[in-house]
Nanobody
Framework: QVQLVESGGGLVQPGGSLRLSCAAS????????MGWYRQGPGEQRELVAV???????NYADSVKGRFTISRDNAANMLYLQMNSLKPEDTAVYYC??????????WGKGTLVTVSS
């Protein structure tokens, strides 16, 4: 069973930065899109950013210009650079890998708390 593991979450002050990483427990073949999702307190899970196998990216309006998603295909790694963090970015962040045949892999999440 392949597992995704997120890391890099924590407590940061407003205006600060964090870099999230996602790693697979073993190599996954045929990954199409990779994405970051988040779920704030009392909210539904929402898409933060996604990157395709060709490097095309898409961001939620709320994070455009502040967050940058990137991937290392050879290493099956996914990253999210988060700058200018705001209290409303507080959430559990999940990574997702989707293969070309429609299999979805999810991590268990990493908590990001933005507070002074």
């Amino acid at each position: 069973q392949v597992q995704l593991v997120e890391s890099g979450g924590g407590l940061v002050q407003p205006g600060g930065s964090l870099r999230l990483s996602c790693a697979a427990s073993r190599h996954i073949f045929g990954i199409d899109a990779m994405g970051w999702y988040r779920q704030g307190p009392g909210e539904q899970r929402e898409l933060v950013a996604v990157i395709t196998s060709t490097g095309v990216t898409n961001y939620a309006d709320s994070v455009k210009g502040r967050f940058t998603i990137s991937r290392d295909n050879a290493a099956n790694m996914l990253y999210l650079q988060m700058n200018s963090l705001k209290p409303e970015d507080t959430a559990v962040y999940y990574c997702n890998y989707r293969t070309y045949v429609g299999i979805n892999y999810w991590g268990k999440g990493t908590l990001v708390t933005v507070s002074s």
